[in-house]
Every structure is written in structure tokens, then in C-alpha cells.
């Protein structure tokens, strides 16, 4: 592997990695000061399945967190199957997204949604959250 110099966060982007499209720890939100920092000065991105709340890093690249709340989505099959869909779009998408640290909210009624729909709809998350905080 070459010597590359790895981001704030030590983390080795994929792309210089050889590695594509993996969801390394790196690439998540952790510590609940992260996702406080997300949720008080976000911009925001909402359809009739998801709110995506997103906010500049200073890191690479991006960064996802979920907050799918027992609240909005009883089953724990159901949150757990969301998360997935999530985590996979998110994983298919993140090097076409700018350094952002993004956070995935359910909304009431997602449960009923089979998983393509939930895909497409956080794919037009993706695509509008890069051109609103490309400005």
C-alpha cells in the first residue's frame, strides 16, 4: 500500500485505499456529540420517508449516523431493516457526496415502504443534500 496520508480522523479514504464502497468505521457518526453538532446547525432534506440532516466536516469524506426511533417504527426487524437500506445507499453513494456529516431520521408510515422505494428516496436525499451544501 502506498504512503498516504490519512485525514483528521485516521481514517484511509477508500478511494486511496484500493477499497471501494465499504462502510468502514471511519465513515460513521459515534459519539453523541457528533450527531448533537449535526442536529443543531444542519441543513435539511425531507420527504414522506426520511429526514436527512447534513453538515460540513472538516474530514475527506462523509459520514453517517442513524437515528431511527423506536417512536417512529415499533418493529425492531422493521428499524433494523431500514438502517440496512440505509447504510447500503449510503455505501453506494458516498463517493459521489462532498465531506458532509449526514443523519437519517424515519418518518411515520416508512414501515409499510418496501425497501426499493426507501432506496430511491434517500438517493434523492444524497443528490440534494451535495447540491445544497456544494454552495
Known amino acids: 500500500m502506498l504512503d498516504v496520508p490519512r485525514d483528521v480522523s485516521g481514517c484511509l479514504p477508500d478511494i486511496l485505499s484500493g477499497h471501494k464502497e465499504r462502510f468502514d468505521r471511519c465513515l460513521r457518526l459515534l459519539k453523541p456529540a457528533e450527531f448533537e ?5 444542519a441543513r435539511k ?6 429526514t436527512v440532516l447534513a453538515i460540513d466536516n472538516r474530514l475527506a469524506h462523509p459520514r453517517l449516523g442513524l437515528a431511527i426511533a423506536k417512536k417512529q417504527v415499533k418493529s425492531a426487524v422493521v428499524r433494523n431493516r431500514i ?3 440505509a447504510r447500503e445507499s449510503f455505501r ?3 463517493a459521489l457526496l462532498p465531506a ?8 411515520r408510515g416508512i414501515a409499510e415502504k418496501d425497501n426499493g422505494e426507501l432506496y430511491r428516496s434517500l438517493q434523492r436525499h444524497w443528490s440534494r443534500l451535495g447540491r445544497k ?3
Not at 45 to 50: G, I, L, Q, V, Y
Not at 100 to 107: E, G, N, S, T
Request: aromatic share 8%; net charge positive; charged share 30%.
Open 37 to 41: 453538532q449535526v442536529f443543531s446547525r
Open 45 to 50: 432534506s425531507t420527504d414522506e420517508n426520511f
Open 83 to 85: 438502517k440496512r437500506v
Open 92 to 94: 453506494r453513494h458516498q
Open 100 to 107: 458532509l456529516d449526514l443523519v437519517v431520521l424515519a418518518r
Open 133 to 135: 451544501c456544494a454552495k
